[in-house]
């Protein structure tokens, strides 16, 4: 799970049972829970935040014990009248609104370029499930790197993605990291203040952060049991232009010896294995 700051890290661990412990990994500080999910404050902004989310992944599938699901939460702006202030909103796209160029004509996305990507899904029956359990609309949550100032900025946003439901800054990011790692992504919301012109005094982050513990806890069932496969990654094979997407493997490859307990033994959800874990000083 991963979010911004602490604060919103912390309104997730509301959810779940005391205590958590922290696992240090390079890039990466983890809050571990006593169910055995993983939860991230991976930094403002989308850079900072794949960097960290990256880095998580890495230390788990390099442990034998992939995470399954990446889910991506926190507060967030939400455009009215669709997502008022104290709403939950589920991603059902995840769109960053702010990668390509401006041109005379307009913005243009990167993908009409002839590069990258826009937008990354979650799995329909996993975002079906989520936003029943939870109450939570579901929409287009753009990831910006400006937070929105201004009403004309504001409609500009929605002229463009008519569909979106709330911006934050950290999520395109996060499902950039779970793609690279073919791991599924969610990105779920609470709304702490509307889009458009700038007040941060009127941000109700508390109640949010309520509204997001509340929302985790009836989401845990469903992140127990995501029941979503892993999507196998295929190396590229150069050397077999037969079958290039895929690496040689031996006919009879010998299994890995697996005990209970031990790293390599499939994994609970998002509970990586004890290698590489540094307890704190
Ligand atoms: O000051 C605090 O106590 C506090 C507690 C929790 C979170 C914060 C943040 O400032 C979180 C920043 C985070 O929130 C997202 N966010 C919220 N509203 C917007 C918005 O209107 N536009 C874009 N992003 C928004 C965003 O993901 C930030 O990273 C403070």
Redesign the pocket.
């Known amino acids: 799970m991963a979010t911004?700051?602490p604060?919103?890290r912390d309104a997730v661990a509301g959810a779940f049972p005391a205590p958590v412990r922290e696992v240090r990994h390079p890039g990466a500080l983890l809050h571990r829970t006593s169910v055995g999910v993983d939860l991230l404050a991976a930094g403002?902004?989308p850079a900072l935040a794949a960097a960290s989310t990256a880095a998580a992944l890495t230390a788990a599938a390099l442990a034998g014990t992939p995470y399954a699901l990446v889910v991506c939460a926190?507060?967030?702006?939400g455009f009215l009248p669709d997502a008022p202030v104290g709403s939950l909103v589920v991603a059902d796209e995840i769109t960053v609104a702010d990668l390509g160029a401006e041109t005379a004509d307009g913005f243009l996305p990167v993908t009409e370029l002839g590069f990258g990507t826009v937008t990354h899904r979650p799995p329909g029956p996993l975002l079906r499930r989520a936003a029943a359990a939870t109450g939570a609309r579901t929409g287009t949550v753009l990831t910006?790197s400006t937070?929105?100032g201004t009403a004309a900025r504001a409609a500009a946003l929605r002229a463009r993605h008519p569909r979106a439901l709330a911006?934050?800054?950290?999520g395109f990011g996060v499902a950039e990291a779970a793609a690279a790692h073919g791991v599924p992504v969610l990105e779920v919301r609470a709304v702490?203040?509307p889009?458009g012109p700038r007040d941060r005094a009127a941000?109700r982050?508390p109640d949010a952060?309520a509204a997001l513990t509340e929302a985790f806890a009836k989401l845990a069932p469903v992140l127990e049991n995501p029941g979503i496969p892993k999507i196998p990654e295929i190396p590229e094979n150069p050397e077999n232009p037969e079958n290039p997407g895929a690496l040689e493997v031996p006919e009879n490859p010998e299994p890995p010896e697996i005990r209970p307990g031990e790293p390599g033994e499939p994994a609970e959800l998002g509970k990586p294995g004890e290698p590489g874990e540094v307890e704190p000083a």
């Not at 926190?74 to 702006?77: D, L, N, R």
């Open positions: 911004a700051v604060a919103e403002v902004g926190g507060i967030a702006g910006v937070v929105t911006e934050a800054m950290e702490s203040n889009v941000w982050i952060l």
